[in-house]
């Protein structure tokens, strides 16, 4: 079993609309299972119509909780929380759990011991069925922190359905923080989607030197290549001075747009988009040794 | 005055605004721009210049091996797997460590003490005589860039007129950077993608009591579901940016479409009239 | 890297239940259970992985059950990179087993010298 994120640096590249046409492509010949880890804007599921399976809560860390009536209102907890957690209201001292990061140490020096962690809901997971396969996705409770601790555990749940199978498709966060690092440890590849303009190049080159530390082979793809061949031809020199394999360039095509309003993947009309996708993918397909 | 922009989809032009609201309005008033997307910052693309760096730190523990008995009692704290007790030595893990501090409080013989290590920085420039550009950039590797946040936000803060561009998405960082501010811009596109994830933020939004406005960029004109539910949410739509090759061209390449095409800087000094007086409104 | 067994106090097996004839559990630091053998007495006796559902650094948690229990041989599936350098810091060799058979078939392959080590 093969595992390929498809992730950006910058967000708006196309991840979504390039990871729904390559699970469209491979699903044709391939057993696969997706997962959307773009978390806190999970848009996988509106071009696929999934039927969800089952409902799992996810709780992200416990969260400190103060017992008003054990609570002796020194202020130690409010002294020693680093996260800005715990708010004093008239002497009673309580935690916003929203910010709380669930370190322990208020528990540690409340003299009166009326600190206890709770859990608390952060989000839920849905395992769905898809025409193309399953597919694992997310929502985070608006407000609530930890979208890293959910990313690793939709990947976790779609690595278990998936380990008899041949793919694992994951549709990465942008950035390169707490998510990204969640979504790309212990893939087998990463697709990096890329666009060609200033943000575009500059988010490209931060995100390489992350991926860089993960020892994950790193395949490129330029999205509306043909919008700007001057910086499409730096992206490309980039790649080539970093040992990028460059999967390939997508044109600007208005298919792309028609696809995703009429939500179904690219891949099911031919268009100049279309069949670069389908170029990209038999390049990552054949260097990923798939079968 | 303390304006943030944000959107839950990536791409929709948040700093695109921010940069071209920032310019418009610094050829009226001093104004500061500050890039809270500190993952991937993109504003000093729009405003090269000379800068002058502030350090951004965090607080990770140092082992004293002498004092260290490997007692084992900070690895059985630390809830997030940042410290290995082996038979002859410590082994920390910093890009796991979240420096809450606890390992420093809980070793009985004071043999953890905290070191600052670097996190990230404050880029500061003078792009314009009224504009001051603010940069947070989190270091590669690390994978909270919340102080960074709090740090440009704090260097801003006593500035009059505040304009803050946020990361994408509707999490911790989102949350940090809109908190506190008097007024959101959601920049969204007339899209299934763009429409999901604008009713995402603004319900993220709405629970951190800042009120809202829209932008919609990339509009071709048929937006019927976004003018809809901004309608029912009571979130006036102040600016279209249509999708023009012109347009998209100007600002891949770094440009201001304010500074370079006819017209746009009177629609940006407009938007940023309405946006403020959304304030007024509210109060 | 030799496939012969070093001189060794305890094995350790990630496992999917109690004892030697549970199941092999391949990853490492969100394993259910850790099952370790003496390798001198044969003596078996499973501890709960209560790490295994946590957020981050599940797989240094893993390592450090691994010191505390004194194992210097695990066997397991696959190791991610922290648990790695862990483990690796500590002198704990590592052999894969992916046959998904149970503890007890993971050991007897380790003692034919079968299993690569990959740490």
């Keep these: ?291 | 005055m303390q304006i943030v922009i944000a959107s839950g989809k990536g791409g929709t032009g948040k700093s695109t605004v921010a940069a071209n609201l920032a310019w418009s309005r610094a050829q009226a008033a001093p104004v500061t721009l500050v890039d809270c997307d500190v993952e991937e910052p993109n504003l000093h693309l729009f405003f090269p210049g000379g800068h002058t760096d502030t350090p951004v730190t965090r607080l990770v523990p140092a082992f004293d091996s002498e004092r260290c008995t490997r007692c084992g009692d900070c690895g059985r704290f630390c809830r997030f797997g940042a410290i290995a007790v082996l038979k002859d030595r410590v082994l920390f893990f910093p890009e796991i460590c979240h420096s809450c501090g606890g390992c420093a409080l809980v070793c009985p013989n004071a043999a953890i003490t905290e070191r600052p290590i670097s996190l990230g920085r404050i880029e500061e420039r003078h792009p314009l005589p009224d504009l001051r550009l603010i940069s947070g950039v989190m270091n590669e590797g690390e994978a909270v860039g919340i102080p960074v946040i709090q740090a440009a936000k704090e260097a801003a803060a006593g500035d009059a007129t505040v304009i803050l561009d946020s990361s994408p998405g509707t999490a911790c960082p989102v949350i940090e950077t809109v908190k506190g501010s008097d007024v959101c811009v959601l920049v969204t596109e007339a899209t299934p993608f763009g429409l999901h994830d604008l009713k995402l933020a603004a319900e993220v939004v709405s629970s951190l009591g800042v009120p809202a406005c829209v932008v919609i960029n990339r509009s071709c004109g048929d937006e019927d579901e976004t003018e809809a539910f901004c309608r029912e949410q009571g979130l006036p739509v102040f600016l279209r940016i249509p999708f023009s090759r012109e347009i998209a061209a100007v600002q891949n390449r770094g440009g201001l479409i304010s500074r370079d095409l006819p017209g746009w800087q009177t629609a940006f000094a407009g938007l940023y009239e309405q946006v403020v007086s959304r304030v007024e409104v509210q109060r | 890297m030799s496939n012969n067994p070093v001189d060794i106090m305890k094995i350790c097996v990630t496992a999917k239940g109690s004892g030697i004839d549970a199941q092999v559990e391949e990853r490492f630091g969100r394993a259910p259970y850790f099952v370790f053998i003496d390798e001198e007495s044969g003596d078996a006796q499973t501890v709960q992985n209560a790490g295994a559902g946590g957020a981050g650094g599940v797989g240094i948690k893993s390592a450090q059950t691994m010191v505390d229990n004194d194992a210097k041989v695990v066997i397991t599936g696959q190791v991610g990179g922290n648990a790695n350098s862990a483990l690796s810091a500590a002198g704990i060799a590592v052999y894969e087993y992916r046959a998904g058979g149970s503890v007890k078939d993971a050991v007897a392959a380790y003692r034919a010298g079968t299993l690569a080590r990959i740490l």
Aim: glycine share 8%; aromatic share 4%.
């Design chain 1, 1 to 291: 079993m093969k595992r390929l994120a498809v992730v950006s640096g910058k967000g708006g590249t196309g991840k979504t609309t390039v990871t729904a046409a390559i699970a469209d492509l491979a699903h044709r010949d391939l057993d696969l299972v997706m997962a959307d880890c773009d978390v806190d804007a999970a848009n996988l599921e509106l071009l696929f119509s999934p039927n969800v399976q089952e409902t799992i809560p996810y709780y992200g860390m416990k969260c400190a909780q103060i017992d008003p009536d054990i609570c002796i209102s020194c202020g130690a907890c409010a002294e020693h929380c680093r996260f800005g957690a715990i708010l004093e209201e008239k002497a009673i001292y309580r935690v916003e759990q929203a910010d709380c990061e669930g370190c322990g140490v208020c528990e540690h020096v409340c003299p009166a011991g009326a600190v206890t962690f709770v859990e608390r809901k952060h989000g839920e997971i849905y395992r769905s069925t898809t025409e193309l396969g399953p597919l694992f996705h997310a929502r985070l409770i608006p407000g609530s922190g930890t979208s890293g601790l959910l990313v690793t555990e939709v990947k976790e749940r779609a690595l278990e359905a998936a380990a008899d199978r041949d793919l694992l498709l994951i549709d990465g966060p942008p950035g390169i923080g707490c998510p990204l690092i969640a979504t790309v440890t212990g893939c087998d590849a990463v697709l990096i989607v890329t666009e060609p303009s200033m943000s575009g190049r500059s988010d490209l080159e931060r995100l390489v030197r992350v991926c860089e530390g993960f020892r994950v082979r790193m395949f490129l793809a330029v999205n509306r290549s043909d919008l700007e061949e001057r910086i499409t031809a730096e992206i490309l020199a980039f790649c080539a001075e970093k040992g990028i394999t460059v999967a390939g360039l997508i044109p600007f095509d208005d298919a792309v747009q028609r696809a995703v309003c009429s939500h179904r993947p690219l891949t099911r009309t031919p268009s100049p988009a279309s069949d670069a996708v389908a170029a990209i993918w038999a390049v990552i397909r054949d260097e990923m040794g798939l079968p």
